[in-house]
C-alpha cells in the first residue's frame, strides 16, 4: 500500500502553478475597493449620516437610531451594488481566530415575495451566544448572552469568497452585563488612554496645537509554508501547527543561502494572489521576501493606526489561510513549527504620532523639540521597566513557549536596546558623563543636540526582544499566530499611565517654581536612573545575559502559566482598574482564559504525539527490527558466525532500545495528563501540563527521531524534515 508520505512527494512534485489576475497592473486602481472608505461613504451616505459617522469616529461619540438607519441603509446599497448577499458582525474573540455570524439581506415579503433589507439595529448591535465563545467564567456568574457593538472607527468591508460575498462589520464584544470579551474592546480603552495622555503632555509643556494623536504599528509577519499534501500526510502539522517529532535536515539554514533569496515560483504565486485581495481590503502590504529558514517567509504593511492595524493583521491571516488552499498550501503561523529551525515572530512596530504630524520618538535637529523627543524616549524605558513582567506576559502563549528563550530567539527576560548613540546622549545627560562621539555637555537643554547620523543609521540589534529602531520601537517578541492585542493592550497601558504619572511629577517641580525644561530634566534623570538596568546593548541571545540579567534582578520567566500571573499582581491591577482598561472580573476572566488556551493546546499536542508514537513510529522500527532478524536467520542458514551477524544483531538491540524508551513513556504521558486534568483550578492544571506533562515529550521525540535516523526509508511514514521543507 502506498503510504501518505510518498503520495505526498508524488503529488508534490506534480503540481501545477495557479494563475492569478490581479484586476489591474496597477495597485492604486483597486486599492480599498472593498472597504467602505471615506469614499464609498460620501457616494453613498446622506451628508447628515456622513457627518455622523466621521465625528462618531473622530470623537468617540455615539450614533443615535435614526442615523443608524441611514448608514445602515447607505452601506447596504453600497454593499449590494459590489455584489453582495449576506452580512455579518466581524470580532475577535478570546480564541485567537476571529469570528463571523453571517445574515442574509434577503427578507420575505407578505405577498410572497422579497426585498433586500438592513436596518439600523442590525448593523449597531448582535446577540450571538457568548456561551460558545471563551469567557472566563464569565457566563457562570452573569448571563450566557452577549452582544457585539459596531466600532465605527474601523470600516465594514466585504469579504470574498469563491461564489459569493459578505459585508463586514467590525464590532465589538461583550457580555451582557458588558463585560469584554474580545480583544478589540479593551484595545479601544487602552488607546483612548494613551492618546488622552499624549495629548496632556504634550499640550502642557510641549505644543499647543497637539489635540489629538494616535499610537502607531506596523506589523511585520513571519511565517512558514508547507504544501498541502505535506500537511495531510503529518497529522501534527495538521492539528497543532507544528510538527511534534522530526529529524533535523542534514541542510537546514546554516548555508544561510534563503534568507533575501530569490521566491520559488508557486510562492510568489501565492503572495501576488493573497496580496491582490489584501489590497482590496485596504491592507496596505509593502514588503515582501524569504526570511532566514528554509521555507519560511515574511511580509509587512505600512504602519497605522493601532486598530487599523490589529484589524488588518487579524484579516490578513484570514486572507493568507483561505488563499493558500486554492495553491495547495497549508499556512503555518505557529511560532515555531520545525525544531532546530528558526521560529517566527511578529514584529509589532509603535510608535506616537500627533495630529501636528510629529513622530514622538522621531529624534529631530532642533533642541527644542528633542526635549519632547526625550520626555517620550524616557518614558517608554521607565514604562516598560516598571512593567516588565507585564508585558512579557502579554506575549505568553503556549506557541512562544518554544520560541522565547530557546536558540535564536529573543529571551524570556524583558529588555530594552537603544543603540550606542543614544546611550551616549542618556549618559551625557542625565550621568554628566561627556559623549565622545556626539560632544554633548553635561545637562544643558540647547545642546540636546542629536547628530544626523542617528536619524538613517540606527544600530540594529536582532536578538532584542525590544528595541529602538531610529523613530519607533521594535516589539519583537510577539509571537507569529498572536493576535497583537494583547501585546498593543499592556504597551499602550503602561505607556498611558506612566506619562499621566510624568505629567503629575513634573507638574508638583512646576509648582514649586521650578523653570519648565529644568523641571522635565529633573525628573528623566531620575526616571532614567530608576530604569536603566532595563538597558541591554549586547547578545540577548547568550548565555552571559542569562547571567548579568539576574545580576541585575531581571526576571527571567520562561514559562507560560507562571508568566501568566503577572495579570493578576496587584500592580497589574491597580494598572487596568485605574484607567479603566479591565475591571476586576475582566480581568480575572482573562487570567482563566488564557490558561484555559494554554491546557487545551498541550493537551491535544500530548494526545496526538501519544498516538503518532504508537501507531507510526513504533511500527516502523518493528518492521525494520522484524527485516534485521529475517536477514540474521538467512545468514545463519547460509553458515555465517556470530561475528558476521554482529552489526544487524547491534541494530535490533538499538531499535529495541529506542522503542522500549518510546513506549515507557508514552505510558507516563498519558498517566500524566489524566492526573493534572484532576489538579483543581485551572492554574494549578496549567502547571501541571507545563512541569509534569510537556516534559515527557523529549525523551519521546528523541528515541522517535533516533529511530527515523536508523530504519529504512521505505518504512517510515511521516514525511521528513527535508520533504516538507526542501520540496516545492
Ligand atoms: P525594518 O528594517 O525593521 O524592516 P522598516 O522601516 O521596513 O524596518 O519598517 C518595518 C515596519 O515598521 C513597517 O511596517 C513600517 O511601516 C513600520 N514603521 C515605520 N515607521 C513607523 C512608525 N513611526 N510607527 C509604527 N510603525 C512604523
Ligand atoms: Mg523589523
Known sequence: MLTLRSKALDTVQNRKSVSVNPPSTKISDYFNINVFSDTSMKEFLSKEAYNAVTTAVKNGRKIDRAIADQVASGMKHWALSRGVTHYTHWFQPL??????????????????????????????????????????????????????AWDPSSPAFIMEGYNGKTLCIPTIFV???????????????????????????????????????????????????????????????????????????????????????????????????????????GIPLKTRHNEVAPSQYECAPNFEEVNIAIDHNQLLMDVMEKVAIKHKFKVLFHEKPFAGINGSGKHNNWSLITNTGTNLLSPTKNPETNLQFLSFFVNVIKAVHDHADLLRASIASAGNEHRLGANEA????????????????????????????????????????????????????????????????????????????????????????????????????????????????????????????????????????????????????????????????????????????????????????????????????????????????????????????????????????????????????????????????VNKLLQEIDKAHHLGDTHKTALGFCNKVKPLFEPIRKSSDALEFLVDDELWKLPKYREMLFVK
Open 175 to 281: 457580555s451582557y452585563t458588558g463585560e469584554a470579551l474580545d480583544y478589540k474592546a479593551p484595545l479601544l480603552k487602552a488607546l483612548n488612554a494613551i492618546e488622552k495622555s499624549v495629548v496632556d503632555v504634550c499640550s502642557a509643556y510641549f505644543d499647543k496645537n497637539v489635540t489629538k494623536s494616535f499610537a502607531s504599528l506596523g506589523i511585520e509577519q513571519e511565517y512558514f509554508l508547507v504544501d498541502e499534501a505535506m500537511c495531510i500526510a503529518r497529522p501534527d502539522l495538521m492539528l497543532t501547527g507544528r510538527t511534534l517529532m522530526g529529524l533535523s535536515p542534514e541542510k537546514g539554514q546554516q548555508l544561510e543561502d534563503h534568507y533575501f533569496g530569490s521566491i520559488p515560483p508557486r510562492v510568489y504565486d501565492f503572495m501576488v494572489d493573497y496580496e491582490t485581495e489584501c489590497y482590496k481590503l
Open 95 to 148: 480564541t485567537g481566530a476571529t469570528a463571523e455570524k453571517h445574515d442574509s439581506f434577503f427578507e420575505p415579503t407578505e405577498d410572497g415575495r422579497a426585498i433586500e433589507k438592513f436596518a439600523g439595529g442590525a448593523l449597531v448591535q448582535q446577540e450571538p451566544d457568548a456561551s460558545s465563545f471563551p469567557n472566563g467564567g464569565i457566563r457562570n456568574t452573569f448571563e450566557a448572552r452577549g452582544y457585539t
Open 410 to 665: 529573543p529571551p524570556a527576560i524583558m529588555s530594552i536596546f537603544i543603540g550606542s548613540q543614544m546611550t551616549e546622549i542618556l549618559e551625557s545627560i542625565f550621568s554628566n558623563k561627556t559623549a565622545s562621539r556626539t560632544n554633548i555637555k553635561a545637562t544643558s537643554i540647547d545642546v540636546i543636540n542629536i547628530p544626523d547620523i542617528l536619524l538613517d543609521n540606527t544600530d540594529r540589534n536582532r536578538t532584542s526582544p525590544f528595541a529602538f529602531t531610529g523613530n519607533k520601537f521594535e516589539f519583537r517578541a510577539v509571537g507569529s499566530s498572536a493576535n497583537c492585542a494583547n501585546a498593543m493592550i499592556v504597551l499602550n497601558t503602561i505607556m498611558a499611565d506612566q506619562l499621566n504619572a510624568f505629567k503629575r511629577d513634573v507638574d508638583l517641580l512646576l509648582k514649586k517654581g521650578k523653570k519648565k525644561e529644568e523641571a522635565i530634566v529633573e525628573i528623566l534623570k531620575g526616571y532614567y536612573k530608576l530604569s536603566k538596568k532595563i538597558l541591554f546593548e549586547g547578545n540577548g541571545y547568550g548565555e552571559e545575559w542569562v547571567k548579568e540579567a539576574a545580576k541585575r534582578g531581571l526576571n527571567n520567566i520562561k514559562n507560560t502559566p507562571e508568566a501568566l500571573n503577572a495579570y493578576i499582581s496587584k500592580k497589574s491591577r491597580s494598572l487596568f482598574v485605574d484607567n479603566k482598561i479591565f475591571n476586576e472580573v475582566e480581568l480575572e476572566a482573562r487570567y482563566e482564559i488564557m490558561q484555559e488556551l494554554y491546557v487545551k493546546k498541550i493537551d491535544i499536542e500530548a494526545k496526538l504525539l501519544a498516538q503518532l508514537a504508537t501507531s507510526h513510529v513504533i511500527p516502523a522500527g518493528i518492521a525494520y527490527q522484524r527485516n534485521l532478524a529475517e536477514s540474521v536467520k538467512a545468514m545463519k542458514e547460509a553458515g555465517l558466525s556470530k561475528g558476521d551477524t554482529a552489526v544487524q544483531i547491534e541494530m535490533i538491540k538499538n531499535l529495541a532500545t529506542h522503542i522500549k524508551t518510546i513506549s515507557v513513556n
